[in-house]
Structures are given as C-alpha cells and as structure tokens.
C-alpha cells in the first residue's frame, strides 16, 4: 500500500452496530496492516431480546443500541475519552455504515461523527462486509505472507457472496445468493421446527449428534454454472419434510438437523472450491456468522488441502466471527492507510452499499 511508511504505530476506535450486536474496540495496527493488537473488544449482544419475537426486530435493535453505546464506550474509555488532544487513547475512528438496518446503523453513526466532531479525530465509513472479511486478518494462525488474489466467502445472517479480493480494498463480487441467505435458511428452517432464533447454532448443535444421510434435501444450484447461490427451495424442502414427519422423534430431529446441514455445507463449499480455481487465488477466507458452523470450517479446510494445491485455508477466529468492531477497526485501518477520510457532516448510513 502506498503510504505505509508514513504510520507507524495506529490506535483505532471502532463502533459496529448494523444488527443485534452494539460493539466496541480498539486496536492497535503496525505499518504492515496486520493487528498487533486488539486492545478493547466489547460486544453487546441483543439476542435474548431478539428472542421472544423470533427474529431482529429493527426498531428494538435501535431502541436497545442506544441505551447500550454510551455504556461500552464508558466501560471502553472512562475518564480517558474526556481528555483531549494527544492525551487520547485513539488516532482515528471506524464505523459500520451499511449494509444493515437503517435505524441500527444510525445509532453507531451518529455516535462516530459526534465523536470525530467533538474530538477533533479522521474518521472512515465502513462497509459491513469488507469488515467481515477483515476479520480474517485477526486471526494468529493466519498470520503468514498474504498472497492476493484471494478469495473470500462471506456467509451470514443477511449474505451470501463469494468476493474476490485482488488486492486491500479492491473487491469483485463473483456469487451471490439470489433468494435468501445460507444464515436464513438456516434460521428460517430452525423457526419451522420450533427452535429459538438464531437458528444457525441450534441446528449445529443438534447435528452433531445426526446422520447427515438419512434426509434427503435439495442442493439448489450446486451444479448450476454461475457461482450464486439460491436457498429459499431449500427452506420449501424443510417444510414439506416436515409436514410428512408430524411426531419427530429426538434421533430424528438429530438427523434432519445433520441433513440440513450438510446440504447447505455441500453448496458452499462446491461453488467455493469452483471459484477458488476458476480465478486461480492463492488463498481461500471463510468468514460472516455462519462461518462458526464447524463442520463448514472442518470440511472446506479438509477439501481445500486435499483439492488445491497451493491454497491456503484462513478462516477468521471464533472469537472474531459473529459482528464485532475489531474486524472494523482493521478495515478501517486498511482505508486510512490509502488516505481514505470522510467529511463527518456528510456521512450517512447506506443500509444497502454493495461491497463493490
Ligand atoms: O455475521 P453475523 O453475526 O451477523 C450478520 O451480519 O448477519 O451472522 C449471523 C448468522 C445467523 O444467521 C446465525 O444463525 C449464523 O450466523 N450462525 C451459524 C452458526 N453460528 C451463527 N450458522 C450455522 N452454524 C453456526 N454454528
Ligand atoms: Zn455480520
């Protein structure tokens, strides 16, 4: 990156708030754009709130964002965010600006430019996204010479896409999910069994104990030519076996959870491994809230060692999956490094950016 020289040392404060997550960090970066270190992490999940309604209602989100912000960055900073000028714990401010729900975003926004006003501190818009596919250079194990072309698949709650990365910052969307995606099919399945939200961990845990042969369920478009993905026939599927299989029984509910689960492994890792040497990348990422299935982790791994030569695996770390603000701070990092600095009066949330 060009200015690298220029910074040596760079402390930054981070603020995501773009679902049922309000979170806090600071991290410290060196020249090289790898986090030294994660200073502050602090996340405050919204999931038993969200419990009760079965999903992420987005005005409570906000609601509950609000009255939780100012606390973590209390317990983040204290009397040391009242200092000023030098006396700071930070260099500059990174906040999510999209893509999420609108009222959520706004909560973390207008928290970044009060405080990049009154402060006096740059402050960098950031794509969710690309901070979920930053979380990948937090983990240790990773941290080896990053080869670009790289290829990401970003799997969570609201997306499904395989993103090419040829370099800091310069994305290619290669796949998409056309309907919903893999993190909703596995909530919306785990809602037809009457399991709590988020589904995704459910399902895994009752996998464990499953034969993934026993259901046999769709893999939509595994063979299709594209590399987008489609899984609303899926959740279909899920409903008409379960309305053949009224009384499940304990075993198989086990099995059908295993089932599912391998079903929509299989997608992901068919058109990952497909990709991956279509565009000839030297690395594959495997990062979003739905990378914390393990058996995703485990068999993509396995798969990429046995099929790619050459290739290496570098998941983010379980304790970077889920939405945080360290995975923030580091592509807030990357951007400041190649001069990137918005104005903030006139930043807005964009609860639909494209990654881009
Ligand atoms: O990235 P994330 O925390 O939030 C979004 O940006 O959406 O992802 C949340 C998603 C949810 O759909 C949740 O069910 C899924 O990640 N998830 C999992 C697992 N842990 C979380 N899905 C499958 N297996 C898991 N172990
Ligand atoms: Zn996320």
Known sequence: MGNRKKIKKMRILAIETSCDETAIALVEFEKNGTPVRVLKNLISSQIPIHQKYGGVVPEVAARTHVMEIVTLLDEAFG??????????????????????????????????????????KPIVGINHLEGHIASAWLNTENRRAWQFPLLALIVS???????????????????????????????????????????????AKLADGGDAKVFELPRPMMKHDSFDFSFSGLKTAVR????????????????????????????????????????????????GGVSANRELRRQLGERIVRELKD??????DLAYITDNAAMIATAGFWRLQKGEKHDWKKMDVDPEWNLE
């Open 79 to 120: 009397s040391k965010l009242k200092a000023q000028g030098s006396k700071l714990p930070f260099d500059a401010i990174a906040v999510t600006r999209g893509p999420g729900l609108a009222t959520a975003l706004r909560v973390g926004l207008e928290t970044g430019r009060t405080l990049a006003y009154a402060l006096n």
């Open 157 to 203: 709650g609201g997306h499904t896409e395989l993103v090419l990365m040829k370099d800091f910052c310069q994305y290619k969307i290669v796949g998409q999910t056309r309907d919903d995606a893999a993190g909703e099919a596995f909530d919306k399945s785990a809602k037809l069994m009457g399991l709590p939200y988020p589904g995704g961990p459910q399902i």
């Open 240 to 287: 008409q076996t379960l309305e053949r299989h009224q009384n499940i029984s304990k075993k198989q509910k086990q099995d059908f959870t295993a089932s599912l689960q391998q079903a929509i492994v299989d997608v992901l890792i068919e058109k990952t491994l497909r990709a991956a040497k279509r565009f000839k990348v030297k690395g594959v990422l495997v990062v």
């Open 311 to 316: 290739v290496a695996f570098l998941p983010s």
